[in-house]
């Protein structure tokens, strides 16, 4: 009985608010999201590696011109009908998503631009519901734009909530362009978002997200900002101004290379306390999971425990992966922090710099398959990264030879290294001048 009343009491609320379009909005009062007299859309960019974007309609004069990468509009009026919709990264000049859209009138929308430029795509998601939450709860859907997070749960708790007594408040949500159903959730002073690999309870988010006004309507979206694993989030009000914002993780990754001549392995720890231990000359840690932030980062010998050798003050970005290269001799090492791009790559295609880890070898030249690619990457410093054609299964060999820069002189040569598709690759020369070494890392 309680069933059927619920349902009759819905489907009057439709009719209700329906009836009511050509004169005014259907609102509770209570936050529930109004059905608005106009055709609107908010526009969210997830687009990482983009300066700005521009949207426009048609050959109308764009509507939203200059937006950084997550940041979130209002609701903007726009005429309805079959349009289309043209999105760019570079002022108009050529467009990233060129596509025909219908827009219903007196219809709210939110459309979600996310993914890195060489693979963007778009999510353009109906707002306007006629959906009233029982009281004491509000309704909450998840879209997941995280490229190459494949699934994910939800968790939704006060905050501190223990996920190991936790079960899920939605459960594996897939990549892609659609969004989930809502779902109710009691209202509380607070709220911690977390989201973990699906079927597990690996953490690959965590943020306190505020409070969800009672009887609301909203939705989050799950997005990559250039970690292989961690993701960030937006949380979105339905409501009569489309309020929404980034809420930054409390989350970052960061791993080590060892390139020193210390002759004994590397133990490194964050703000004290002990993160990695014997990383050997040569090797590269896995990411490891630490507080987004300025982090205190020291580095002693193994052979030695308790003196300092190094001390790295780096600022790890919410959602981010940091690669920290130590090189040098003892008494004086030092640090390059570079910054990760382990989003998916092109299709068909890897990802791939080189690094100059070695403490005296002069400026070189990188050969990609005895081509130039890169010309003087100079001793501590990184190239940009390249997009080489890579078979998505069997990988595809390349050899990568280092010059004396300028010369014909041969410094190193690395031949067969085998690269994947879809793979981010760090290519590392360590060593002295006189007997460099190549070290090939997989970034994920």
Same mark, same amino acid.
């Given at each position: 009985?309680?069933?059927?009343?619920?349902?009759?009491?819905? =489907?009057?609320t439709?009719?209700?608010?329906?009836?009511?379009?050509?004169?005014?909005?259907?609102?509770?009062?209570?936050?529930?999201?109004?059905?608005p007299?106009?055709?609107?859309?908010?526009?969210?960019?997830?687009v990482?590696?983009?300066?700005?974007?521009?949207?426009?309609?048609?050959?109308?004069?764009?509507?939203?011109?200059?937006?950084?990468?997550?940041?979130?509009?209002?609701?903007i009026?726009?005429?309805?009908?079959?349009?289309?919709?043209?999105?760019?990264?570079?002022?108009?000049?050529?467009?990233?998503?060129?596509?025909?859209?219908?827009?219903?009138?007196?219809?709210?929308?939110?459309?979600?631009?996310?993914?890195?430029?060489?693979?963007?795509?778009?999510?353009l998601?109906?707002?306007?519901?006629?959906?009233?939450?029982?009281?004491?709860?509000?309704?909450?859907?998840?879209?997941?734009?995280?490229?190459?997070?494949?699934?994910?749960?939800?968790?939704?708790?006060?905050?501190?909530?223990?996920?190991?007594?936790?079960?899920?408040?939605?459960?594996?949500?897939?990549?892609?362009?659609?969004?989930?159903?809502?779902?109710?959730?009691?209202?509380?002073?607070?709220?911690?978002?977390?989201v973990?690999?699906?079927?597990?309870?690996?953490?690959?988010?965590?943020?306190?997200?505020?409070? =969800?006004?009672?009887?609301?309507?909203?939705?989050?979206?799950?997005?990559?900002?250039?970690?292989?694993?961690?993701?960030?989030?937006?949380?979105?009000?339905?409501?009569?101004n489309g309020?929404?914002?980034?809420?930054?993780?409390?989350?970052?990754?960061?791993?080590?290379?060892?390139?020193?001549?210390?002759?004994?392995?590397?133990?490194?720890?964050?703000?004290?306390?002990?993160?990695?231990?014997?990383?050997? =000359?040569?090797?590269?840690?896995?990411?490891?999971?630490?507080?987004?932030?300025?982090r205190?980062?020291?580095?002693?010998?193994?052979?030695?425990?308790?003196?300092?050798l190094?001390?790295?003050?780096?600022t790890?970005?919410?959602?981010?992966?940091?690669?920290?290269?130590?090189?040098?001799?003892?008494?004086?090492?030092?640090?390059?922090?570079?910054?990760?791009?382990?989003?998916?790559?092109?299709?068909?295609?890897?990802?791939?710099? =080189?690094?100059?880890?070695?403490?005296?070898?002069?400026?070189?030249?990188?050969?990609?398959?005895?081509?130039?690619?890169?010309?003087?990457?100079?001793?501590?410093?990184a190239?940009?990264?390249?997009?080489?054609?890579?078979?998505?299964?069997?990988?595809?060999?390349?050899?990568?030879?280092?010059?004396?820069?300028?010369?014909?002189?041969?410094?190193?040569?690395?031949?067969?290294?085998?690269?994947?598709?879809?793979?981010?690759?760090?290519?590392?020369?360590?060593?002295?001048?006189?007997?460099?070494?190549?070290?090939?890392?997989?970034?994920?």
């Amino acid at each position: 009985m309680e069933i059927a009343n619920t349902c009759r009491r819905l =489907f009057l609320t439709a009719l209700v608010c329906l009836a009511a379009l050509p004169l005014a909005s259907c609102n509770s009062g209570n936050g529930v999201g109004a059905v608005p007299l106009l055709t609107r859309i908010r526009v969210v960019n997830l687009v990482p590696n983009a300066p700005s974007i521009q949207v426009q309609l048609d050959t109308d004069t764009p509507f939203v011109a200059g937006m950084q990468f997550e940041q979130v509009t209002p609701y903007i009026e726009v005429d309805p009908g079959t349009r289309e919709l043209k999105v760019s990264a570079d002022g108009g000049q050529t467009n990233i998503i060129d596509v025909s859209v219908t827009l219903v009138k007196a219809v709210d929308y939110t459309l979600v631009i996310y993914g890195p430029v060489e693979a963007v795509a778009q999510s353009l998601i109906v707002d306007t519901s006629t959906l009233v939450p029982n009281g004491g709860t509000f309704d909450l859907r998840v879209l997941n734009v995280a490229n190459g997070i494949a699934g994910i749960d939800v968790y939704l708790t006060p905050p501190g909530a223990d996920l190991s007594l936790t079960a899920p408040w939605l459960t594996n949500v897939a990549l892609g362009a659609s969004v989930s159903i809502f779902v109710p959730v009691t209202v509380d002073s607070n709220s911690e978002l977390r989201v973990t690999i699906s079927g597990s309870k690996e953490v690959i988010y965590d943020a306190e997200v505020g409070t =969800f006004a009672d009887k609301s309507l909203a939705e989050v979206v799950v997005f990559g900002k250039g970690s292989a694993k961690l993701v960030n989030a937006a949380v979105l009000l339905i409501d009569s101004n489309g309020t929404g914002q980034v809420f930054d993780s409390t989350l970052a990754e960061f791993k080590v290379l060892n390139g020193t001549s210390l002759g004994a392995p590397l133990n490194v720890f964050v703000d004290g306390t002990l993160v990695l231990a014997n990383v050997p =000359f040569g090797g590269v840690s896995n990411y490891q999971k630490v507080a987004a932030g300025t982090r205190v980062i020291t580095v002693q010998s193994a052979a030695t425990p308790g003196a300092t050798l190094l001390t790295v003050v780096a600022t790890l970005e919410p959602a981010t992966d940091t690669s920290i290269a130590v090189s040098g001799p003892a008494g004086a090492l030092r640090s390059l922090v570079l910054t990760d791009n382990n989003l998916p790559s092109a299709a068909g295609r890897a990802r791939v710099r =080189f690094v100059n880890a070695s403490p005296d070898l002069a400026a070189m030249d990188v050969y990609v398959n005895f081509s130039k690619t890169f010309s003087n990457v100079a001793s501590n410093t990184a190239s940009p990264y390249s997009e080489l054609v890579a078979d998505p299964f069997a990988g595809t060999a390349y050899e990568f030879d280092f010059n004396l820069a300028g010369t014909s002189t041969p410094l190193l040569k690395l031949p067969g290294v085998l690269l994947a598709a879809g793979k981010t690759y760090t290519v590392y020369v360590v060593g002295s001048a006189a007997a460099p070494q190549g070290v090939v890392s997989t970034d994920d």
